[in-house]
């Protein structure tokens, strides 16, 4: 998709003027904060896993190329294929080659970030092929031609009213007095439509949570079932996968999915997770007859080594968007792409360029919910200020914001007078704003007192007090 | 240079050194040579079998798979039969040609239907065994072999599960070492899937529904033997 990252303070501002939304959004504050702090609570050992887990990912990303080695030889051995892409172009082009070899036309998806991030859709539509996405959220927001706004709740934008619109429109052969106001409602057309399209399907493309050096396996998890119908039905399947997934065993796939669903949903474990290793074997009666798994790289081997590192070790929870009050405010759309949040505003810009995506960094009080949830202990403020000052190196942010800095810089870096020309304003505004005990509007400040009254400043400065504290203790 | 070098070179750049030497490929090589289980929640430690069972049926039910306890192996068919007929369910199901499945007596219920294969999209009600069940979680491993096709856990609207008492272990870590062990080495079966209730989305406003397009229904018939009433 088009990134719109750049236009994110305009996104925003139609995002809280948009009361469907804010509605829509209302929803997501109730359920995964409490269901989450729910399940930490039942779990003594959650906060030494989240340090395995680290533990983990950081090992593996420093013997990444042997593991991904290691894995490759696996899937072969069981009898699959792995392609190697270095750019989101080449693992279409692989994609395309391999529906192609089977003259495919109707090509289910479960759900993949990976698929969003390199635009799969629209480019098979262009190809003629009928991709549909099964999870559904992915499906509802593919027949509004919407990106997801979450990374595992992609309709979560929506209300279901808007569900039963776009249904009403796109299921032909809906007779007209059938009842879809209630979630149970939609949800059983949605089931009817797509199992009809997983058994026509000649090949099913899902993503992977995992990927398993030891065996060769891949590994997804769901709620619905819809990425093993996905994966099981059709006569391919194949995994798209970033080059981050792997591990080295069953056992530290295990550990990290301990940590995983408790995050992201607050359950124990999430309904299906599915291990997959190569092709139906002979003698079997269901299963892929064939078995790819498409690696794909798109500017991540180059993050390794860098201040951003710490980034690959994500699994896609959702816990960061979840409890992020930009997020919740705004929701995914603003962010402009593919990944919301505090992990978008990480990852973001690594893989679209911080001349695009400048904004996303920015968007964020460093209230540092975000790290304290994250069960990978991804320190995503810290890395947010990495890009921060890149922005600011590379000479992007806007001459105003830049001149206000260089300003505030000299005075910072001269106490005496700044502290001068600190106590001389706050003793101004103290005595102008004495009667009101606040400012609607103060000149130079309007970007401020647009939204929130500034309180006028009354008593001694915290430099007075402190020298006053430290004489009396002396 | 093809992608897959130029992908490796490009990791190897990055972490600024070449390709693993011998000595130091050993790091990684043992990690997945012992693959030796990590940290492992003390939930299911002090618990002996009937605890563990305990357990696992507390944290199925949980999550809305429903369980009946029979305590001798005679006792299934009618234990199956007796939940199809409440939840007015057909009486036509669809078995895995699992042998181990062939363990109970299917002929004195005449009137259950059995087919035995994979699924078709007709199917309504499945009946397969489980390689195992986590008590930890309440959580059941399924693999995938000839006389376990993958479809009957996904297709049919009911899931019903025939478990033996001694497939209920406490953590994951247990069940992947029996499976270690019944695989000789590290071949995995095609699929192994962990199952933890009926199939649900909460994609509209976060209100969760049941069976989006898995089974609506996992109901699991456990086989505890003579020391299941002993309470």
């Known amino acids: 998709m088009q990134p719109t990252s750049h236009a994110f303070k305009a996104n925003v501002r139609d995002a809280l003027g948009d009361e469907t939304l804010q509605r829509a959004l209302g929803n997501m504050k109730t359920g995964f904060i409490g269901k989450r702090l729910a399940a930490v609570a039942r779990l003594p050992e959650f906060e030494a896993l989240r340090d395995q887990g680290r533990a983990i990912k950081n090992h593996t990303l420093e013997h990444l190329d042997f593991y991904l080695e290691t894995f490759e030889r696996n899937v072969t051995q069981a009898g699959g294929h792995v392609h190697w892409a270095r750019t989101a172009e080449e693992a279409r082009q692989i994609i395309l080659g391999i529906c192609r070899s089977v003259d495919a036309k109707t090509v289910t998806k479960g759900k993949s970030m990976i698929s969003e991030e390199i635009a799969l859709n629209d480019f098979l539509e262009a190809e003629g092929l009928v991709p549909v996405e099964t999870d559904l959220g992915e499906y509802i927001i593919q027949l509004r031609h919407e990106a997801p706004s979450h990374i595992i709740a992609p309709a979560i934008h929506l209300v279901k009213e808007q569900v039963e619109e776009i249904f009403r429109a796109t299921h032909t052969d809906l007779p007209e007095g059938r009842p879809l106001s209630e979630p149970r409602e939609l949800t059983d057309e949605a089931r009817a439509v797509l199992r009809r399209r997983f058994l026509e399907a000649d090949v099913g493309i899902t993503g992977a949570n995992f990927l398993i050096a030891e065996t060769g396996s891949t590994v997804i998890v769901t709620n619905e079932g819809n990425g093993d119908l996905t994966q099981t039905l059709p006569k391919i399947h194949i995994v798209l996968a970033s080059l981050e997934k792997v591990v080295p065993t069953l056992e530290d796939a295990t550990g990290i999915l301990r940590l995983l669903a408790r995050s992201a949903t607050g359950q124990e474990f999430s309904t299906y997770t599915t291990f997959s290793t190569g092709p139906r074997r002979p003698g079997d009666l269901d299963g892929p007859g064939e078995f790819h798994v498409v690696l794909l790289d798109n500017g991540r081997s180059a993050m390794l080594g860098t201040e951003f590192q710490d980034m690959l070790r994500c699994i896609r929870c959702s816990a960061c968007l979840n409890h992020c009050p930009v997020y919740q405010s705004v929701g995914g759309h603003a962010y402009g792409w593919v990944y919301p949040g505090p992990m978008g505003s990480v990852l973001t810009p690594s893989l679209i360029g911080v001349e695009e995506a400048g904004n996303l960094p920015n968007a964020s009080t460093f209230c540092g919910k975000c790290e304290s949830v994250c069960p990978m202990r991804i320190p995503l403020p810290k890395m947010m200020r990495h890009w921060r000052e890149r922005e600011f190196e590379q000479n992007l942010a806007p001459a105003p914001f830049r001149a206000g800095l260089k300003l505030w810089a000299f005075f910072a870096k001269r106490p005496m007078l700044y502290r001068f020309g600190a106590n001389l304003a706050a003793k101004l505004l103290g005595r102008l704003g004495r009667d009101a005990g606040h400012f609607t509007r103060l000149p130079l400040a309007g970007g401020w007192t647009g939204g929130r009254d500034l309180p006028a400043p009354e008593g001694k400065s915290f430099m007075e007090q402190w020298q006053a504290r430290r004489r009396e203790a002396a | ?231």
């Open chain 2, 1 to 231: 240079m093809d992608a897959r070098s130029q992908i490796l070179d490009s990791i190897r750049k990055s972490l600024k050194r070449g390709p693993l030497g011998e000595s130091a490929a050993t790091v990684p090589a043992n990690r997945i040579a012992h693959h030796a289980p990590g940290l492992i929640p003390g939930r299911t430690r002090s618990l002996d079998a009937k605890g563990l069972r305990d357990l696992f049926v507390q944290m199925a039910e949980e999550v809305q798979t429903t369980v009946t306890r029979v305590a001798d192996p005679a006792e299934v068919p009618g234990a199956v039969a007796d939940y199809l007929a409440n939840h007015n369910l057909p009486a036509d199901l669809t078995m895995a040609p699992d042998p181990a499945l062939d363990a109970y007596p299917w002929v004195d219920r005449p009137l259950l239907h059995i087919r035995r294969g994979r699924a078709e999209d007709r199917d309504q009600v499945s009946v397969t065994g489980a390689f195992a069940a986590i008590a930890e979680t309440g959580t059941l491993m399924l693999t995938s072999g000839n006389d376990r096709p993958t479809t009957l856990n996904l297709m049919p609207d009911t899931h019903i599960v025939v478990l033996r008492a001694d497939q209920v272990v406490g953590p994951y870590e247990t069940a992947w070492a029996r499976l270690r062990e019944e695989q000789s080495g590290n071949a995995m079966p095609r699929t192994v899937n962990f199952i933890t209730g009926p199939s649900r989305t909460g994609d509209i406003e976060q209100r969760i529904q049941l069976g989006a397009h898995g089974p609506r229904r996992l109901h699991i018939v456990l086989v505890e033997g003579p020391d299941a009433k002993v309470a």
